[in-house]
């Protein structure tokens, strides 16, 4: 009966309804208005999102999402010849592949709102921590990601977004803005912290009111508490539903 937004990505969708994760912050913002649904995907570029796109977004589908955000590049941006070269995808490839993934969408309904969002900032220092912390003495001299690597796939992202015609979100230059982003955003050097979950939060739900899709204007799936008459409870529910 609600209608569905759904979060589809790599590991920064898929531990957005942790504690403090901007999936859960989104869900409670749409409470009663709306699910949100988490398909995030550890690890996964937009080369292996496109094998998802017909179990998840079945194009048969009657009810498809009322909205979708795409947050995928953070994998793509790894570096060939370092530890996760394997998750490498070329950037004119991403592109691409983005582009796929939003056409799917727009074919199974062409009212769906598309929201793509940039791969975070990196933090080198961060990462090398992290992979140190993992690996130990067998850890890469050179970090798997660059944080200017990671900005090349953003100006992309954002590139593309605006020859869709679609909403977009550039994480990457967004988080930068604050000074000692590194630390207060990022967890490992590319995860989020609760305030860099906060931000992506802030953003979405930003980008969806300017769009039409503002939770405050959005009705109740039943019924407030308030307008049920204690002794003619049928009432309200008669209204709801006629």
């Known amino acids: 009966m609600r209608p569905q937004i759904v979060l589809f990505g790599d590991s920064i969708t898929e531990q957005s309804f942790r504690s403090g994760g901007w999936g859960a912050a989104l869900a409670d913002t749409y409470s009663r208005k709306a699910d949100v649904l988490v398909r995030g995907y550890g690890g996964y570029n937009t080369r292996w999102a496109l094998f998802l796109l ?40 991403y592109s691409d592949n983005l582009r796929k993934i939003v056409q799917h969408l727009q074919a199974c309904s062409p009212t769906m709102k598309i929201l793509l969002i940039t791969p975070p900032p990196v933090d080198e220092e961060g990462r090398m921590k992290y992979a140190r912390s993992i690996y130990g003495k067998n850890a890469v001299k050179l970090p798997e990601r660059t944080n200017e690597g990671a900005g090349v796939y953003a100006k992309q992202c954002m590139e593309l977004a605006k020859d869709m015609g679609i909403s977009s979100i550039d994480l990457w230059s967004k988080m930068q803005e604050t000074e000692g982003w590194q630390k207060t955003f990022l967890s490992d050097g590319l995860h989020l912290t609760p305030e860099g979950n906060a931000i992506v939060h802030e953003e979405v739900v930003r980008v969806f009111s300017e769009t039409g899709l503002s939770a405050d204007n959005m009705p109740y799936d039943f019924p407030h508490h308030s307008n049920i008459d204690g002794k003619n409870p049928e009432k309200a529910f008669q209204v709801q539903c006629s």
């Open 54 to 93: 017909h179990h998840i977004f079945a194009s048969e589908d009657k009810s498809p999402p009322l909205a979708t955000t795409i947050f995928f590049g953070a994998n793509d941006a790894a570096l060939l010849g370092r530890n996760s070269e394997r998750q490498h995808v070329p950037v004119e490839e």
